[in-house]
Nanobody, 125 residues
Framework: QVELEESGGGLVQPGGSLRLSCAAS????????IGWFRQAPGKEREGISC????????YYSDSVQGRFTISRNNRKNTVYLQMNSLKPEDTAVYYC??????????????????WGQGTQVTVSS
């Protein structure tokens, strides 16, 4: 059973930063490409970033490119999403998920395999 748990969400003012964490239990993350997607109320799921299993490859959606950074620490079995210059339109529930691969930006539009319960990010003044 693949289990992922997101943490680090919260309320932040526009322009602020948050770092989300995605911890895996019962399996080793380093075998998987991992990504983050988000979903805001009334909107479709949006894949925003992914990282290859070896951490050498990363991709971002246009909406977060230059502001968000994905990274992984396979020794800690954890993936991170550093989010800077947050905007109100970044408000959503953020999920980390396993992906078949992360070989191009097209991977962000594929259906994730497993994902966690999500963590709420609210950007508001």
């Amino acid at each position: 059973q693949v289990e992922l748990e997101e943490s680090g969400g919260g309320l932040v003012q526009p322009g602020g930063s948050l770092r989300l964490s995605c911890a895996a239990s019962r399996f080793a993350l380093d075998y998987y490409a991992i990504g983050w997607f988000r979903q805001a109320p009334g909107k479709e799921r949006e894949g925003i970033s992914c990282i290859g299993s070896s951490a050498g490859i990363t991709y971002y959606s246009d909406s977060v490119q230059g502001r968000f950074t994905i990274s992984r620490n396979n020794r800690k079995n954890t993936v991170y999403l550093q989010m800077n210059s947050l905007k109100p339109e970044d408000t959503a529930v953020y999920y980390c998920a396993t992906y078949v691969g992360c070989s191009s930006r097209a991977a962000l539009t594929t259906t994730p395999g497993y994902w966690g319960q999500g963590t709420q990010v609210t950007v508001s003044s």
